[in-house]
């Protein structure tokens, strides 16, 4: 037999439905699909038909996006879709001389920005784009909460996400509660992206964090044995007595 | 392999189109922008681009962003600062001095729809509590007095402005006589408008004094109109208490004549207009404190 039941190619996603991550919420596996990032290093086209500027013609074209290295360091700090930059250049930009090899990296900067939710300074490595797109959303808060999963691209930005939501689902407890004025100063502000709590605590976890709270949730104490079967002894006596014939002596 | 000199023309030209954002009005501000030297081909629709592993790796910067002159940032400010301006204005600064120093001490925030809306309303609010006078009828109790409780209250009867008691200050404690006197209202923020107010003598509410008041007024108009206008002060301040105090004015503090000249609507002598000169920087003294918001 030479050949599969399935392909292999499609053994990742035969995996994710059956078992454990069959259980997982509907809503955390549709988060897991991947979308692709808003361009960074690139200009795409943006349109899918155009003319051409020889003959005139309508053409078809399309946007290839550049292959970005991300380094596990990106997930540490907001890089704002940025990564490295590899491939080759040709010397004097020249396509008849040298081909050779080149790397771009982005420039990191280490800053403190302060999240009004969170209530915190945090010192995170970030890039000059990610500074500009902070101005641009109006707020650090507001970057974070509003930028998809994709654009962030960084685990620690998914984790702060998922503190701000969860702050903002227990705004009760958890935000400002010794500052009633400002919770609700905050709470207006923030409270369009304010989503239930189930869901925000599925936000930004990776496969395997999402499994091990899939089996945490699922876990219950083995129940001894010996309980089920006192249980099943009670039930035959009972119905032992039951059977056996009442007599009763006629007087 | 077709060459890439059409294709890199049409690169070129399509340089300049901004990137779709979802969120920002901004351009993309990239840091590295690179474009491929060799045109990869067109794949069926579906399905992906094959990619030369070496061929279309080599790459052409285009444009590094940190090479393009710096923009300047849009903030508005909360309080004064030096060289730039006051509570409200808008501000175009140098990124480093906005995200540095004040956004980071708050002494700005960023120019977003809810924030600008906010500053609109508090301009409103300082305009109409500047052009607007207090005017408190005294009621016929011996025990009558105006305090801060009772500016309060009558705030919010007549002019239909909310002021907690602790942002009025009113300099003149407790106030039992007809004249005109002046209170201070903290909008928001740090400005203090100062807010004419005048008591006036009681006036019967019912309907058959009110007629009686208006017969006389226009008695007295027709008066005023027949005798030649003096540019005396004597006479215009005469005029003008006819005007304005229907019974004989009781004598005022004499710290509070040239502001009662001001707020006073007819007359333009002198003394009014210095009044008028010192009223605006009153107003633009700027002691800061906290204060609530306006209804």
Known sequence: MPLFKYPPKVWEALRMKQGIYARLPKHYLKSLEQKEPTPVHWRPLGVQYRANPQTGHKERVQDVPIPIYYPPVSQDGLWGGEGWVSGYRYAKNDKLSTRLKKTWKPQLLKRELYSEILNHKFTITVTGRTLDLIDAAYGFDFYILKTPKEDLNSKLGMDLKRAMLLRLARKDTELYPDDPVKKEKVYEKYKQFEIPEEEAEWVGLNLVEAVEKQRQLEHKEPEPLFEACVDKLVEELRIQKLLEPHLTEKK | ?295
Not at chain 2, 101 to 129: C, D, H, M
Not at chain 2, 240 to 269: I, L, Q
């Open chain 2, 1 to 295: 392999m077709n060459m890439l000199s059409s294709g890199r023309r049409v690169l070129q030209d399509l340089l300049l189109q901004p990137a779709v954002r979802s969120f920002s009005l901004s351009p993309v501000q990239s840091t590295i922008i690179v474009e491929r030297w060799w045109e990869v081909p067109l794949s069926k629709v579906g399905s992906p681009p094959r990619l030369h592993p070496r061929r279309h790796r080599v790459y052409k910067l285009v444009e590094d962003t940190k090479n393009r002159p710096k923009e300047k940032m849009e903030l508005i400010l909360t309080q004064t600062v030096p060289k730039l301006g006051g509570r409200g204005d808008t501000v175009f600064v140098k990124k480093a001095m906005g995200r540095n120093k004040l956004l980071a001490e708050g002494l700005a925030v960023y120019p977003s729809p809810e924030n600008k809306q906010i500053f609109a309303e508090e301009l409103r609010t300082v305009e109409f509590l500047k052009s607007s006078h207090l005017k408190i009828n005294r009621m016929p109790v011996d025990e009558f007095h105006v305090n801060k409780e009772i500016l309060c209250r009558q705030f919010l009867k007549r002019l239909d402005v909310v002021v907690p008691p602790h942002a009025l200050s009113f300099p003149f404690e407790t106030v039992k006589d007809v004249g005109d006197y002046w209170c201070e209202v903290q909008v928001n923020g740090i400005d203090t408008v100062r807010v004419p107010v005048s008591v006036l003598p009681y006036e019967d509410p019912s309907a058959a004094y009110q007629r009686q008041l208006k017969a006389k007024k226009q008695q007295q108009e027709a008066e005023n109109i027949s005798e030649p206008s003096d540019e005396t002060e004597a006479t215009v301040r005469a005029v003008v208490s006819d005007a304005t105090v229907e019974a004989e004015a009781k004598p005022d503090e004499d710290s509070v004549r040239e502001v009662s000249e001001a707020s006073a609507p007819a007359g333009a002598s002198a003394s009014e207009k210095t009044a008028a000169s010192a009223e605006p920087s009153d107003d633009k003294t700027a002691p800061p404190s906290d204060s609530p918001k306006k209804d």
